[in-house]
């Protein structure tokens, strides 16, 4: 059963909304919603992080107003779980937001650095054409051991 609705998470995901569209067609099956209510503090976990993205994030909003249907239903079986839910996906996403842009920095710097061409920034070594051209030719015969068809420019 949780594979299943793994899946399913996957195909509403789909930015081809006919993708989605179908499968957010199951929630109009009584049996399935009674299976996800007999089974929600399992399957709920699995389907609402897929369920709350796309309600910010899907470009089409046919599929954007079915997964906002779908998500009152899960509110209606049980409120607690979803807000703890929400909750533990807006953290998640300011952590993410936030090395994001420790990464955007850190590029920022590295940048500067080669930009102002400062001396103290590790780089490659000054290696001679006999050495370099040793080199290279080891790293081409490494790569024909392991069977890997290159060829030289």
Sequence with gaps: MVPLFKQIAKSVSSSH???AERALSYWNNDNIVSLIEENHDT????LFPSFYRISREHW????VALVGNVLKIF???????CNQL???????????RKREKEREELWKK???LRMSGSGDT???????????????????????Q??????KR
């Design 60 to 63: 089409n909003q046919t599929i």
């Design 110 to 112: 590295l940048e500067q």
């Design 146 to 151: 392991l069977g890997v068809n290159v060829t």
């Design 17 to 19: 909304f006919q993708v």
């Design 43 to 46: 399957l709920i976990p699995i």
């Design 75 to 81: 509110m209606e079986m049980n409120t607690n779980l």
């Design 122 to 144: 590790p780089g490659p070594p000054n290696i001679d054409s006999k050495t370099s051209s040793a080199i290279t030719n080891n790293a081409f015969t490494n790569v024909h």
């Design 86 to 96: 929400a909750e533990k996906h807006k953290v998640e996403r300011q952590r993410e």
